[in-house]
């Protein structure tokens, strides 16, 4: 290098070694988010409860618009014949040129009627519905523009009057909690006070580990996070599971209108920190972690059914391959079957590599001689 | 039997005693009278009137007796309400802090006495609780066991009353109220509420209460009450105070202003705040303290009103009266279509007119 580039690199130096390394796919997550807002995001959220606990009036406080503006309530005597229903609400939310396609699941009818037998099994066969059809569509021809109408969360509301899971809830939660993200909130929490949360809280966190239901998990914290994220994460993890409140009402409190519940004894804030856990559940759900909720529907819950679903065929194949054969062979139970199967299938393959080795012995030998 | 039979006189008076006046029981009119007797103006000063001082002195030395049934699904606050209505620590339930509730697999009924005594006036409560209704997955017939108690305790009693030599007082195990604990979902009643009342309403007194009504503001809480009430309308469930059991027009104007409110919203508690330089009952939570003896808050004295200072009498009237009889007239039936062959007339529970009931003794 000459004096006059030695001198020119000892100004610039910094932006030309900068220069010289830089290649540009920083700017990647950039060019996605561009590309993702043009598209628009879509998020299923899946509510069930029994009826009375809150959970239309939550997810309009989340969410802020008015989903069940001419909703009936059906009355005793019709509610005693009906069954659990899956109702579907699409909404279209924009803000700041970010696209939002909410779809919310309700379940009307769950846990209401007197004999709740397998009350669950409508909300199963959906979720197994919706997969079904987005495996059907991934391996169809034309992927293009596959409708993603997958569940990708459910809220499970917890009455806040018993004392702690009742037997229909932790059947609920285990029939679902291989198929969907579970979030357990404990509704209409402005009937305790601050002891009562938390000896409920604590009571649910065990019962929910003693039953072995797998609740979804907030992923850890990158060990890169600065220290008030790693806090914040903290705090959200011992907080569940959430109590919440929500209104329909805007309230005049502290000299301000916020969305609240009056009563005489004081105003109840929803958003007010002290008093519920709304704002960390809309947080947690919205703000940062829905992604991370798309992402484990995807790649956990999917792929289990994927596979389980491919696993059902292939062995339904193996079963009438054996029909097909000009032996008779008894008929066994299908558990039978499969061991077999697999057996069969290993023995073939052990054969296979035993001649391999042979043949790769006597090659040996003839290179040798 | 006698004590009771004392306790239930009612003097016939024109003055202005300002009890209310009855047609007295058959039983104890003397055979040839029927009816009230018309007295004329007394010209002096007899001492009718003493004889409330006699019965009162009999009847707090025999003391009261006073079974409650309480009903609902685990976590309502029952034992909390009962240990709130009656000021002493009634149930167990809620005093032991280390109590685990769990959830028993078929419902099955623990009945707990206890004598507690205010200015003199002795009272046997016993509070007969419920615990694993509702809360299954499948509850079915989980009413079974409590209509079967009930039916039970009416049982005991008839027998008693059928020996030939009976006791001078008949021990009375019979439930003389049922309180039903609805949830504050501020939606409507639901199906096996309905179940359970259209079942129990015909053989004991219940009262519904909303339980935990902090949770409802004023305007949810009306709207949720009068849809309760529509519902309990359209089923054809009575609860007390029912309407054909009013005698005359005082009784129906206070029961028809009772009958408005219902079901009462409660809220319970045994914890005590401060509260304008006052010790109250409440709960305190970050946005206020809900004061349970505050009208304006909860209606909490309006339950314990109805239930110990105004109708708890009234309630063992309709029980021994009504649906007693309505037990026993049933009972007599089928023994006596059983000896005879013929097939017992059903009898349908609650319909009975009272003065009907007391008729055919």
């Not at chain 1, 679903?309 to 339904?316: H, L, V």
């Not at chain 2, 009816?35 to 003493?50: C, K, N, P, Q």
Request: charge should be negative; proline fraction near 4%.
């Amino acid at each position: 290098m000459t004096t006059n580039m030695r001198y020119k690199s000892r100004i610039i130096k910094t932006e030309d070694s900068e220069d010289k390394q830089y290649v540009g796919f920083a700017t990647l997550p950039n060019q996605v988010h561009r590309k993702s807002v043009k598209k628009g995001f879509d998020f299923t959220l899946m509510v069930a409860g029994e009826s009375g606990l809150g959970k239309s009036t939550l997810v309009n406080s989340l969410f802020l618009t008015d989903l069940y503006k001419d909703r009936k309530l059906l009355n005793a005597e019709e509610r005693i014949s009906q069954t659990v229903e899956i109702t579907k609400h699409t909404v279209d939310i924009e803000e700041k040129g970010v696209k939002l396609k909410l779809t919310i699941v309700d379940t009307p009818g769950f846990g209401d009627a007197v004999n709740n037998n397998e009350c669950w099994k409508p909300i199963t066969d959906y979720i197994d519905q919706q997969f079904e059809q987005y495996f059907r569509d991934e391996s169809g021809l034309n992927r293009k523009n596959i409708l993603d109408n997958r569940v990708h969360c459910c809220l499970y509301f917890i009455p806040p009057f018993g004392h702690g899971l009742r037997p229909v809830d932790v059947e609920f939660m285990k029939a679902l909690h291989e198929r969907v993200n579970i979030i357990a909130l404990i509704a209409k929490a402005d009937c305790l006070t601050p002891n009562e949360t938390k000896k409920l809280k604590d009571r649910v966190r065990d019962e929910i580990e003693r039953f072995g239901i797998k609740v979804y998990q907030f992923p850890e914290c990158d060990s890169d996070e600065d220290e008030e994220f790693k806090q914040m994460d903290k705090e959200l993890k011992e907080c569940t599971p959430f109590a919440v409140i929500g209104s329909n009402t805007v309230v005049e409190a502290r000299g301000q209108r916020v969305r609240g519940r009056l009563y005489p004894w004081g105003i109840v804030e929803v958003e007010n920190q002290s008093h519920c856990d709304f704002v960390k559940l809309r947080n947690m759900l919205i703000r940062s972690h829905m992604h991370d909720l798309k992402d484990v529907t995807c790649d956990v819950h999917y792929e289990n059914y994927r596979a389980h679903c491919i696993q059902q065929m292939t062995s339904k194949l193996a079963q009438d391959n054996r029909m097909d054969s000009s032996i008779p062979i008894l008929p066994l139970p299908t558990p039978d079957a499969e061991t077999e199967r697999l057996i069969k299938m290993k023995d073939e393959e052990l054969k296979r590599m035993q001649e391999m080795l042979e043949k790769m012995q006597q090659q040996m030998h003839e290179k040798d001689q | 039997m006698e004590e009771e039979r004392e306790v239930e006189l009612q003097v016939e008076e024109d003055s202005e005693a300002g009890r209310e006046t009855e047609i007295p029981p058959p039983q104890l009119a003397e055979p040839g009278t029927q009816g009230i007797i018309r007295g004329r103006d007394l010209f002096g000063y007899v001492g009718i009137e003493a004889v409330l001082d006699q019965m009162r002195r009999k009847t707090m030395k025999a003391g009261f007796e006073f079974n409650i049934m309480v009903v609902g699904q685990s976590g309502l606050g029952k034992s909390t309400l009962v240990n709130t209505l009656f000021k002493s620590k009634v149930s167990r339930k809620s005093c032991t802090p280390s109590y685990e509730e769990k959830i028993s697999r078929t419902v099955h009924l623990k009945s707990v006495s206890h004598i507690i005594e205010e200015k003199g006036v002795k009272m046997r409560l016993t509070v007969i609780d419920t615990p694993g209704f509702g809360d299954q997955i499948n509850n079915e017939n989980c009413w079974d066991p409590i209509v079967k108690y009930i039916n039970e305790q009416y049982e005991k009693y008839l027998t008693e009353e059928l020996h030939i030599t009976r006791k001078r007082r008949i021990p009375d195990t019979r439930v003389h109220c049922c309180v039903y604990f609805l949830p504050a979902t501020g939606h409507r009643l639901r199906p096996i509420d309905v179940e359970f009342m259209k079942r129990l309403g015909k053989i004991v007194s219940i009262v519904p209460v909303i339980a935990k009504a902090d949770t409802l503001t004023m305007d949810e809480r009306l709207d949720f009450k009068q849809r309760i009430r529509q519902d309990l309308q359209a089923s054809g469930i009575r609860v007390y105070p029912q309407k054909e059991y009013d005698e005359d027009v005082e009784d129906r104007i206070r029961n028809d202003k009772i009958r408005e409110n219902i079901p009462f919203a409660v809220v319970g508690t045994d914890k005590e705040h401060q509260v304008n330089g006052n010790k109250v009952l409440g709960r305190k939570t970050k946005w206020g303290i809900i004061e349970v003896e505050n009208v304006a808050h909860c209606e909490f004295a309006n339950l314990r009103d109805l239930l110990v200072r105004s109708h708890l009498q009234d309630l063992k009237d309709v029980t021994h009266y009504i649906h007693y009889e309505t037990y026993r007239v049933r009972r007599l039936n089928e023994s006596n279509a059983s000896v005879s062959g013929l097939s017992a007339l059903p009898l349908e529970n609650g319909i009975t007119e009272k003065y009907e009931a007391q008729s055919q003794l």
